[in-house]
């Protein structure tokens, strides 16, 4: 959504996640996936790295938090439910 009104957007991720599953995602609500996923900023930092958290929100006005919950199902992750929460970015 904040993509596609040309906000930027930037993402954390750990170093062990596989990003392309984005692009996956987003096949499914836009025909310009990859286009789309390309324009994420991504930032590899663990949440637990203030160092790496500090250059992550250097220059960000909002946060948008999703946490998943999750379940096993054949051995895959599948989200039960998405929580989306909005705040300020955090000081360090």
């Given at each position: 959504?904040?993509?596609?009104?040309?906000?930027?957007?930037r993402?954390?991720?750990?170093a062990s996640s596989?990003?392309?599953?984005?692009?996956?995602?987003?096949s499914?609500?836009?025909?310009?996936?990859?286009?789309?996923?390309?324009?994420i900023?991504?930032?590899?930092?663990?949440?637990?790295d203030?160092?790496?958290?500090?250059q992550?929100?250097a220059?960000?006005?909002?946060?948008?938090?999703?946490?998943?919950?999750?379940?096993r199902?054949?051995?895959?992750?599948?989200?039960?439910?998405?929580?989306e929460e909005?705040h300020?970015?955090?000081?360090?």
């Open positions: 959504h904040l993509i596609s009104q040309g906000m930027p957007v993402a954390l991720h750990r596989d990003i392309s599953i984005v692009t996956h995602v987003f499914y609500y836009t025909e310009n996936a990859a286009q789309r996923a390309d324009q900023e991504w930032f590899e930092a663990d949440i637990i203030i160092s790496k958290l500090t992550a929100f220059g960000v006005t909002h946060v948008l938090q999703t946490e998943k919950n999750t379940r199902v054949r051995g895959h992750a599948v989200a039960k439910g998405l929580r909005r300020a970015p955090p000081t360090f």
